[in-house]
């Protein structure tokens, strides 16, 4: 079941919000799409949507996740996939603040590069801030900050289904606002990271 509400603005934290909030931030499952070797730019910016919407890989396998009521998912398609694949009797929020980090071509050439140089190139891109890509390293920052204060406005054990760079960008946030992990990190696809204020 999908309950939206929209969440792209600051939230003021009530006086009511526990201080041991317990936050765990889940990778979307294995999405069944195969990236050729190489493309033309276009192309490669096609793939990129074409990804957005495929379906994931149904098989959660052994992995085991918490019971939280509160559980909150990204806007795009693999995130709202794998709620209802491991918490399918759970309802979930969809807010596009924890989108994963766009990315784009990183200039327009004549011919194909391999997939590897459009991925590798265009996050150094998003890493040093330049305009060819369609979010900045600092505007990610800035969009973890909100994310943060979203999760931070629940008062009792919150999940989030998100996606791999942005998990990350989004996990130094909170250890920055004194959270501590509880266990080993895990970003693959269905790992998951918990956080604990102690």
Not at 68 to 84: E, I, P
Not at 104 to 117: D, E, H, W
Request: net charge positive.
């Amino acid at each position: 079941m999908l309950a939206r509400r929209c969440c792209g603005r600051f939230i003021h934290l009530g006086k009511g919000m526990s201080k041991k909030l317990t936050i765990t931030l889940i990778r979307h499952a294995k999405v069944n799409y195969n990236y050729k070797q190489q493309y033309r730019h276009y192309e490669f910016d096609k793939a990129c949507a074409e990804y957005d919407y495929s379906p994931i890989f149904d098989d959660k396998g052994d992995a085991q996740f918490n019971t939280a009521n509160v559980v909150y998912v990204s806007s795009l398609k693999r995130t709202h996939d794998t709620a209802r694949l491991i918490l399918p009797d759970k309802e979930y929020i969809e807010c596009k603040l924890f989108d994963e980090v766009p990315i784009k071509a990183f200039a327009s050439l004549p011919f194909a590069v391999s997939t590897k140089l459009w991925f590798i190139i265009g996050r150094l891109q998003w890493f040093f801030g330049m305009r060819k890509q369609p979010e900045s390293r600092q505007q990610t920052k800035n969009r973890a900050q909100q994310a943060a204060d979203v999760l931070e406005s629940e008062k009792e054990m919150v999940t989030l289904i998100c996606h791999g760079l942005f998990m990350r960008v989004l996990v130094s946030v909170l250890k920055k606002r004194g959270y501590l992990l509880k266990g080993k990190a895990n970003y693959n696809n269905l790992g998951s990271v918990l956080l604990r204020k102690p």
